[in-house]
């Protein structure tokens, strides 16, 4: 899939309708294919998606091309090297914290930057952004203004997803606090607190809407992908867990899972191999559990088969996928059977804050 994608490069028709290319979702592609092959010549390509996209789509936009997008692909491309240095700087000082706290655009796709970049006093006004953000009742609530029109929620609400909610912040403030960053507990506790609290059981088991405005839970149909649903809130509870020390976490987390993967039919996620709500994501997440907990490796072992006889070689990249970009398209499912195929946590999976 890479050496196809490279030979044809990236152009503006091979995205999807209204969004850019992706061209620094390739470049994070290349830097996890340098690491497997140094001598293969991957980082040269990297390099050229990666100059490609040095005009950064916004403030932040971990995954929307913005600053924190560069800087990401900029990091994993540099590994060992050295290379980028003043490119890095650049973006050091330029990274700045925005209103949203999600992790897709917001604070939190901030915070991943910070999380793979020497940046303590970044690392601090992202702590303390988002442990204002999880104080309040109810922990990230969005306000009106954010809110799409159409959604018709004029006080607003709090989401509960990876990508956009409450598991966002509380993975990579998981993931900080192991990096020796001074996060309060208390914040963990509140964050993690509040998803135990809003989930409920139905026949397949735990889950959790897509959020909360009010007394009401949003209606959502269960999903089993990184986005939204069990796997991406559970690998949140799973990482704050193991951060505090609290198996209780962790036990919540491995039951969520556990009946989930007992259960495709409640998937909800179709065939699509993509990795932010597709099969990808739910392999991405099952493969993270599976290295802490091997009684996940099976179930991570079937995702792969699954994906693999999704294979076609007569399609341009070889998966029937929305373009090559690292959410919904090829690239991002090539991202995810190289860490989910590794002998150790790729550096590349963790901007999903999977690991």
Not at 41 to 62: H, M, N, S, V
Not at 116 to 145: C, N, T, W, Y
Not at 259 to 275: F, K, M, Q, V
Request: glycine content about 12%; some cysteine; overall charge negative.
């Amino acid at each position: 899939m890479a050496a196809r994608l490279a030979r044809r490069g990236t152009r503006e028709g091979t995205a999807p309708r209204g969004h850019r290319p992706d061209h620094l979702g390739c470049a994070q592609l290349y830097a996890a294919l340098h690491r497997l092959e140094p001598e293969a010549g991957w980082d040269e390509i990297g390099q050229r998606f990666l100059e490609r996209g040095l005009t950064p789509a916004g403030p932040a936009g971990l995954f929307t091309g913005g600053l924190a997008g560069l800087g990401v692909a900029a990091a994993l491309l540099k590994g060992r090297t050295g290379r980028y240095g003043g490119l890095l700087a650049k973006v050091d000082g330029a990274i700045a914290l925005v209103e949203d706290h999600d992790l897709i655009e917001g604070v939190t796709g901030v915070g991943v930057y910070a999380l793979m970049r020497p940046l303590p006093s970044k690392r601090q006004a992202v702590i303390r952004a988002l442990a204002e953000a999880a104080a309040g009742d109810p922990p990230f609530h969005v306000p009106p203004h954010r809110v799409p029109p159409a959604w018709s929620l004029p006080a607003g609400y709090a989401d509960c997803g990876l990508a956009h909610g409450a598991a966002g912040p509380l993975a990579l403030l998981a993931l900080l606090s192991e990096e020796c960053a001074d996060v309060p507990a208390r914040t963990l506790v509140r964050i993690a607190d509040w998803l135990v609290d809003t989930a409920h059981t139905d026949e397949y088991g735990l889950a959790w809407p897509a959020g909360i405005a009010g007394r009401d839970r949003l209606p959502s149909p269960r999903r089993a992908s990184w986005c939204y649903g069990v796997p991406g809130t559970a690998r949140a509870l799973w990482l704050a867990g193991r951060a505090l020390n609290e198996p209780a976490y962790q036990s919540i987390a491995r039951e969520a899972m556990t009946a989930l993967l007992d259960h495709p039919e409640a998937w909800g996620i179709g065939t699509s191999p993509n990795l932010c709500h597709g099969l990808g994501g739910l392999l991405l997440v099952t493969a993270a559990f599976a290295a802490d907990d091997t009684r996940f490796a099976t179930a991570a072992d079937d995702l792969l088969g699954r994906i693999l006889d999704a294979f076609d070689p007569d399609l341009p990249l070889g998966f029937d996928t929305d373009g090559e970009g690292l959410l919904t398209g090829a690239v991002g499912v090539a991202l995810t059977l190289l860490a989910a195929t590794g002998d150790s946590p790729d550096p590349a999976a963790r901007p999903f804050l999977v690991a």
